[in-house]
């Protein structure tokens, strides 16, 4: 991996203003309407708890870098982080370790295979390839600070609650059906523990990424953790420095290839900014230098993405010029 380091550059750079407060609360409006009554897609059932979510449930929500927030729906609902959880402790841990040994010991690329593959670990010689996958965010968890496994969880539930701007809770009962159906992942740890890739007790491990998959948040918490990244570090509400500017740059480069995991090239083509998902139904979506959507509405597609947010999450990119890619934000805003 090349070493690009450039440690105290201020790389900060704005990809220009959000619209007016008003334009922005007719189309976070808009975005609700649109979608509201789309029935397509199933709420997961492969972990039990998560089988009984209220399918009728959408909430977005928009928080820019000064920390207003725009709201329609169920922006409040919580519900459990799951694999977004993999975005910022991904951060964490590389602002413990630094750009270059993340990369080599987690890596940045896109497997082209499913979230929880065993074989995409055994075709790369037991390296994880990317944070975003199960093997490479158990990797990840693995590296947090923390002399005992329960400093380690510690440490995770206090940096996303930081990201969040509020002291976040784990869903006791979620944890407990995810427990009881961890086998893969249990499979995935083991292996990754047998070339050497992770230490220590691979189940405890396993059970502390579990606890992180299970933090409730809301469609408004996801969107203030997204702006915390689109600021540089900085929550925008609370003001607390979370992470450094390079992290967040570092976060959202993995994130625009892997986010959506083997959709990741359709979701940059379409929506065209870094984003992640969870099988709750959650997505968080960053603009950077302007601030973050938070989705939620818990009906997937074949992929595990949120079938509503993902068309919100379209609607609102083009509808107020944040594609990273468009030069010209006015002429993207009519295809919507």
């Not at 900060?12 to 922005?24: A, M, Q």
């Not at 999450?313 to 990273?324: E, P």
Request: charged share 20%; proline share 3%.
């Amino acid at each position: 991996m090349l070493d690009t380091n450039t440690d105290g550059v201020d790389q900060r750079v704005s990809t220009g203003d959000l619209p007016s407060w008003e334009r922005i609360d007719e189309r976070v409006l808009e975005a609700y309407e649109r979608n509201v009554t789309d029935e397509q897609g199933l709420v997961a059932d492969y972990i039990p708890e998560l089988a009984a979510a209220d399918p009728s449930q959408f909430g977005v929500c928009i928080a820019d870098v000064e920390g207003s927030t725009h709201v329609a729906g169920d922006a409040e609902v919580e519900f459990t982080v799951q694999s977004i959880s993999k975005a910022f402790v991904y951060a964490l841990v590389c602002q413990e370790f630094g750009h270059t040994e993340v990369g080599r010991l987690v890596g940045v690329n896109n497997t082209g295979l499913a979230f929880n593959s065993v074989i995409a670990v055994e075709l790369n010689d037991g390296h994880p390839m990317n944070p975003m996958v199960n093997a490479g965010a158990i990797a990840t968890t693995a590296l947090m600070p923390g002399a005992t496994l329960a400093e380690k969880w510690e440490n995770i539930r206090t940096g996303l609650s930081a990201f969040a701007g509020r002291q976040l809770s784990m869903d006791g009962e979620v944890y407990r059906s995810e427990a009881e159906t961890n086998t893969r992942n249990e499979a995935i740890a083991k292996l990754l523990k047998s070339y050497g890739r992770i230490a220590g007790d691979s189940s405890g491990i396993v059970d502390i990424y579990t606890r992180q998959c299970s933090l409730r948040v809301s469609a408004r918490d996801l969107a203030i953790m997204g702006a915390t990244l689109a600021d540089g570090g900085v929550n925008p509400v609370t003001k607390q420095r979370v992470i450094s500017p390079i992290v967040c740059r570092d976060t959202l480069a993995v994130l625009a290839t892997s986010g959506l995991y083997e959709r990741s090239g359709e979701w940059m083509f379409e929506i065209g900014l870094p984003g992640k998902s969870g099988v709750s139904g959650g997505i968080v979506t960053v603009a950077p230098g302007k601030g973050a959507l938070g989705t939620f509405s818990p009906r997937l597609d074949s992929a595990g993405n949120s079938v509503r947010g993902q068309k919100a999450t379209a609607f609102l990119s083009r509808s107020l010029g944040l594609n990273i890619f468009a030069s010209d934000s006015e002429g993207d805003r009519h295809d919507v």
